[in-house]
Structures are given as structure tokens and as C-alpha cells.
Nanobody
Framework: QVQLVESGGGRVQAGGSLRLSCAASGSTSSINTMRWYRQTPGKQRALVAAISESGTTTYTDSVKGRFTIYRADAKNTVLQMNALQPEDTAVYYC??????????WGQGTQVTVSS
């Protein structure tokens, strides 16, 4: 089992920055990939960024050049979000993918970007 707790959401004006953190506990040594998703009302949860165990990162096109995912340490994953736009408004979820393909989710954190 892996437990995930997100922090760092909030409200910011367009062009501003926020840093989301995801703290993992439990069987963290089994984590293969850490991912950030986001979800808006009426839509499916969508992948924003991912970082593999080896440090390889991937981003959805709309955030490339603005968002950065990195591992602060073995148990904390960060999503640095710069140049935020109103369309980035969503609930952001941290996800851990284990080597046995099990997924674990955090509770989500709200990000609101005003124009």
C-alpha cells in the first residue's frame, strides 16, 4: 500500500506560479512512476506530467515549457507550475504507479487561476 498526500494548491492570477507537492508513505520502494493528473467538472481525469524511476519525464502538450515535475527526494514529488493560465484551473491529483501495475491516488488539491 502507498499513501499519497498533496499540498500546495490555491488561487493565483494568470501568469503566476504554484508548486504542488506529493508526499508518499508506505511501500514507497515499490513505486515505479509518479504522475500528476488534473480534473475539471464533467471531464475525465487527464494526465499532466509523469516521472519514471529513472527520472524520465513526460508532459501533456498544453503544459510543456511551463510545468516541471521532479523528485525532491525519495518520497516527495513536486509539480512546479509557472505561467499559469485560467484553463489550468482544476483539481490536481498525485498518482503512484507500482511495479505490479497497482495505482494509488491522493485526495486532490484545488488549483484556481483567475484572469
Amino acid at each position: 500500500q502507498v499513501q499519497l498526500v498533496e499540498s500546495g494548491g490555491g488561487r493565483v492570477q494568470a501568469g503566476g506560479s504554484l508548486r504542488l507537492s506529493c508526499a508518499a508513505s508506505g511501500s514507497t520502494s515499490s513505486i515505479n512512476t509518479m504522475r500528476w493528473y488534473r480534473q475539471t467538472p464533467g471531464k475525465q481525469r487527464a494526465l499532466v506530467a509523469a516521472i519514471s524511476e529513472s527520472g524520465t519525464t513526460t508532459y501533456t502538450d498544453s503544459v510543456k515549457g511551463r510545468f516541471t515535475i521532479y523528485r525532491a527526494d525519495a518520497k516527495n514529488t513536486v509539480l512546479q507550475m509557472n505561467a499559469l493560465q485560467p484553463e489550468d484551473t482544476a483539481v490536481y491529483y498525485c498518482n503512484a504507479l507500482l511495479g505490479d501495475w497497482r495505482n494509488f491516488w491522493g485526495q486532490g488539491t484545488q488549483v484556481t487561476v483567475s484572469s
